[in-house]
Protein backbone atom coordinates (compact mmCIF):
# COMPACT_ATOMS: atom_id res chain seq x y z
CA UNK A 1 0.00 0.00 0.00
CA UNK A 2 1.63 3.72 -0.89
CA UNK A 3 0.77 5.92 0.80
CA UNK A 4 0.41 10.07 -0.04
CA UNK A 5 1.74 12.95 1.19
CA UNK A 6 -0.52 15.68 0.69
CA UNK A 7 0.77 19.52 1.02
CA UNK A 8 -0.74 22.80 -0.19
CA UNK A 9 0.31 24.91 -2.69
CA UNK A 10 2.01 27.90 -2.73
CA UNK A 11 -0.32 29.86 -4.27
CA UNK A 12 -2.60 28.66 -1.29
CA UNK A 13 -0.25 30.43 1.26
CA UNK A 14 -0.55 33.66 -1.12
CA UNK A 15 -3.04 36.71 -0.22
CA UNK A 16 -5.28 37.00 -2.81
CA UNK A 17 -4.25 40.54 -3.90
CA UNK A 18 -0.66 39.61 -4.07
CA UNK A 19 1.01 39.86 -7.53
CA UNK A 20 2.47 36.37 -7.90
CA UNK A 21 -1.37 35.09 -7.13
CA UNK A 22 -2.71 37.41 -9.84
CA UNK A 23 -0.39 36.30 -12.14
CA UNK A 24 -0.46 32.39 -11.50
CA UNK A 25 -4.68 32.39 -11.45
CA UNK A 26 -4.61 34.37 -15.23
CA UNK A 27 -1.96 31.57 -16.05
CA UNK A 28 -4.83 29.22 -14.80
CA UNK A 29 -7.61 30.98 -16.25
CA UNK A 30 -6.04 30.80 -19.92
CA UNK A 31 -4.86 27.27 -19.77
CA UNK A 32 -8.65 26.09 -18.44
CA UNK A 33 -9.72 28.30 -20.97
CA UNK A 34 -7.51 26.47 -23.55
CA UNK A 35 -8.06 23.07 -22.79
CA UNK A 36 -11.65 23.34 -22.70
CA UNK A 37 -12.21 22.30 -19.31
CA UNK A 38 -15.32 24.17 -18.64
CA UNK A 39 -17.15 22.55 -21.37
CA UNK A 40 -15.86 19.04 -19.87
CA UNK A 41 -17.81 20.46 -16.57
CA UNK A 42 -21.33 21.35 -18.26
CA UNK A 43 -21.38 18.22 -20.59
CA UNK A 44 -24.17 16.05 -19.35
Do not use: K, Y
Amino acid sequence: MRSCILQAELLDSLPPDHPDALHNRRDLRLTNALMGNSRWFQRP
